[in-house]
C-alpha cells in the first residue's frame, strides 16, 4: 500500500493565523483526501483534492477557509485560514488505490489554536 | 445520503477474551465496502478488514471476523484473543461503490483491553 508523509506531525498557532499541511505519496495516485478530527470525534471529510482541477469541498467547508493545492500526483497541501480554538483538531490525509489496496492515512498533524 | 452508526461509545474486554463492536448503516446503494479502521493512541490509522457488499461469505483477518448482515445493514467486528495491543479507537466505514471513493466514517467505539 501507500506510504504517506504527513508534516508537520504537530503545531501550535495564535488565532488569525493560517498553517499549511503537507502530504506527500510514495507514488502516484489520482485522488487524495483531506480529513478533519475534532477532538473526541469521527474523521470529517473536508475535500477531495484532484491533480489539475479545484478541489471539490464537503458541506460545510469552503476554499477561502481551507485552500487546497494539488500540483502533481504525489503531493498535496491543505491550509486552515485565519484560524480560530474551534479549528483545533487533528487533520489527515488518505488516498484510495483501489479496492485490493484500500485506503492509506497519513499520520495526522495535531493543531492546537491559542 | 449514506450514514454509519456506531452505538457503543466504549468498549471494554479482558485480555484473552471475545468482544464484538457494531456498526449499522444506511444506504440506497446494491454495490458498497465496508471498512474497520483502528486508531491508536499514535493517530495512525490501520486498516483492520474490509467487506464487499456483492460477497455473501464474511471476511476473516486472522483474529478479526466480520458478520456481515446485508440485508439489515449491519456490519459488526469481532476481535478474538483480545490482546492488550487492540486498545484504540475502532471506526466502522462505507465507501459507495459507484463514482466515489469518498470514506464516510461511524463516530467510533473506544476499545479497552484490561489484562
Known amino acids: 500500500s501507500a506510504v504517506i508523509s504527513q508534516k508537520p506531525s504537530r503545531d501550535i498557532c495564535q488565532r488569525g493565523t493560517s498553517l499549511t499541511i503537507q502530504c506527500q505519496v510514495d507514488?502516484?495516485?489520482?485522488?487524495m483526501f483531506w480529513y478533519r478530527q475534532q477532538p473526541g470525534q469521527s474523521l470529517t471529510l473536508i475535500a477531495t483534492?484532484?491533480?489539475?482541477?479545484?478541489?471539490?469541498?464537503e458541506s460545510g467547508f469552503v476554499i477561502d477557509k481551507f485552500p487546497i493545492s494539488r500540483p502533481n500526483l504525489t503531493f498535496s497541501t491543505l491550509t486552515v485560514s485565519n484560524m480560530s480554538p474551534e479549528d483545533s483538531s487533528i487533520y489527515l490525509c488518505?488516498?484510495?488505490?483501489?479496492?485490493?489496496?484500500?485506503?492509506?492515512f497519513g499520520s495526522g498533524t495535531r493543531l492546537t489554536v491559542v | 445520503a449514506q450514514t454509519v452508526t456506531q452505538s457503543q461509545p466504549e468498549m471494554s474486554v479482558q485480555e484473552a477474551e471475545t468482544v464484538t463492536l457494531s456498526c449499522t448503516y444506511d444506504?440506497?446503494?446494491?454495490?458498497?465496502?465496508l471498512f474497520w479502521y483502528k486508531q491508536p493512541p499514535s493517530r495512525q490509522m490501520i486498516l483492520v478488514i474490509r467487506?464487499?457488499?456483492?460477497?455473501?461469505q464474511n471476511a476473516t483477518e486472522n483474529r478479526f471476523s466480520v458478520n456481515f448482515q446485508k440485508a439489515a445493514k449491519s456490519f459488526s467486528l469481532k476481535i478474538s484473543d483480545s490482546q492488550l495491543g487492540d486498545t484504540a479507537m475502532y471506526f466502522c466505514?462505507?465507501?459507495?461503490?459507484?463514482?466515489?471513493?469518498?470514506?464516510?466514517f461511524g463516530t467510533g467505539t473506544r476499545l479497552q483491553v484490561f489484562p
Open positions: 444506504t440506497s446503494e446494491n454495490n458498497y465496502y
Open positions: 488518505s488516498v484510495y488505490r483501489g479496492i485490493n489496496y484500500g485506503y492509506t
Open positions: 466505514a462505507f465507501m459507495g461503490g459507484y463514482n466515489t471513493d469518498k470514506l464516510i
Open positions: 507514488s502516484q495516485v489520482t485522488m
Open positions: 467487506q464487499e457488499a456483492y460477497k455473501q
Open positions: 483534492a484532484n491533480q489539475g482541477s479545484e478541489a471539490t469541498y
